[in-house]
């Protein structure tokens, strides 16, 4: 089944410990990408990969760091959270630009930092 | 960037009457439009998207219209059943900033389809 693959589902942190949030795709898509989604904010873009080794800044990048050493891996570290990073945190991927640019989304992951 | 307005916030309707929701986006180089209905606790889920060759595609009971000189696009649902109560987004990509599939989302709408 194709998928993308998020876990946690739910964690509460304390301020200051790092934390990583996990992500896989098995649909082999280039793209892939973090989401934050807050009440009355919708969903804004954390970071994106356009492939492995390429990475870039979205629109809410302060707090986080990603990675993309595997085409099929794109997690989200926290290397301090704050209280303000609580949010519900959406991966996302896609395949590339001008063929497809419907998302396919993780299950979500609820985090709460204390 | 891109910037997407989405109206309204709520939107109660009776079931078997029409609901709309409208978006507007703000950079004319954005040529795709998906909308996604996430459920209470569930994931967005795609549902419909139109390209900016056409002016409106349906599926069902849900339809997309778009006004490319206008810059907005809508979401109509026909003969709401309360399985339609959901969060609704719309999305727009933009030029070719964030690697051409970043999508900027609306605020989205929380549909409510009462008995």
């Known amino acids: 089944e194709a998928q993308v693959t998020q876990n946690p589902r739910y964690l509460i942190t304390v301020t200051g410990k790092k934390l990583t949030v996990t992500c896989s795709q098995n649909m082999n898509h280039e793209y892939m990408s973090w989401y934050r989604q807050d009440p009355g904010l919708g969903l804004r873009q954390i970071y994106y990969s356009m492939n492995v080794e390429v990475t870039d800044k979205g629109d809410v990048p302060e707090g986080y760091k990603v990675s993309r050493k595997e085409k099929r891996n794109f997690p989200l570290i926290l290397e301090s959270p704050s209280p303000n990073q609580t949010s519900l945190y959406f991966c996302?991927?896609?395949?590339?630009?001008?063929?497809?640019?419907?998302?396919?989304f993780g299950s979500g992951t609820r985090l709460t930092v204390v | 960037g891109e910037n997407v307005e989405q109206h309204p916030s709520t939107l109660s309707v009776q079931e078997g009457d029409s609901a709309v929701i409208k978006c507007t986006y703000s950079?004319?180089?954005?040529?795709?439009f998906p909308w996604y209905k996430q459920e209470l606790g569930k994931r967005p889920q795609l549902i419909i998207d139109i390209r900016s060759n056409v002016g409106e595609k349906k599926d069902q009971r849900i339809a997309v219209t778009l006004n490319k000189t206008a810059k907005h696009f809508s979401l109509h649902i026909t003969e709401t059943q309360p399985e339609d109560s959901a969060v609704y987004f719309c999305?727009?990509?933009?030029?070719?900033?964030?690697?051409?599939?970043?999508?900027?989302f609306g605020t989205g709408t929380q549909l409510k389809v009462e008995l």
């Open positions: 996302a991927s896609s395949p590339p630009g001008g063929r497809n640019y419907g998302y396919t």
């Open positions: 999305a727009a990509p933009g030029g070719f900033t964030g690697g051409g599939n970043k999508l900027t």
């Open positions: 950079d004319s180089a954005s040529n795709y």
